[in-house]
């Protein structure tokens, strides 16, 4: 099949390491965002068109409404953000909190399934200051204080947006920051502390 539209994908029980930068799994991407139609494929992925006609009958049977009076091969949960180069990604579904960091593989981010969620960057600086931000202990004491772990989601979007990324960022610190780093062996491109203050002001001004 032509490769343009198949991505890696990642599911819950993949999101335990700090950096993932592999997946054994791959999707087919249809869409860049909802509603988009797809008869394109057909034009530019022929050999694509024709593996997702040969299992119609899968697609036709979904029942949600979605779905309905939408083109062949729809998906959903789909936008811009989806195709930005780094992740910061948690399952919904552990018992404590764990965010990862997701690295492109051959040069396609990661996709994951609808039991994640996730915050995208372009410039992978911001990633790893919202990482540190967001493994912090403050920000785990705060999701323990507000989370019920009995849940079948512990973690759901309605939780995770109670957190506030500017106000972790600021307790972290930049000292902070490289210590988290350090202590985790993360080396990627230096991260200034000018490249710290900036991500701030990107913030405070969104």
Known sequence: LEKDLIYPLLKSSDIKDLVINNSKRKVII???KPGED???????????????????EHFQKRKSIIYKNKPDFSIFGIGEYSFKQYK????????????SLLIPENNKTFMVDDSCYFLSFDN???????????????????LDSIVFIDAKRPYTKEVLMRIDLLKAIQSLG?????????????SFEKVT???????IDYLLNK
């Open 124 to 142: 992978v600086k911001y990633a790893l200051i919202a990482l540190a931000a967001l493994n912090s202990q403050k920000v785990k004491d705060f």
């Open 38 to 56: 797809t008869h394109y494929i057909s034009e530019k992925y022929p050999k694509l068109w024709g593996y997702l006609n040969s299992h119609i």
């Open 174 to 186: 930049y000292k902070g920051f490289l210590d988290y780093l350090k202590n985790n062996t993360l």
């Open 30 to 32: 249809t869409q860049q």
């Open 88 to 99: 910061i990604a948690i399952s919904g579904l552990y018992k404590s909190p764990h965010f």
């Open 193 to 199: 502390e000018q490249n710290f203050v900036n991500f």
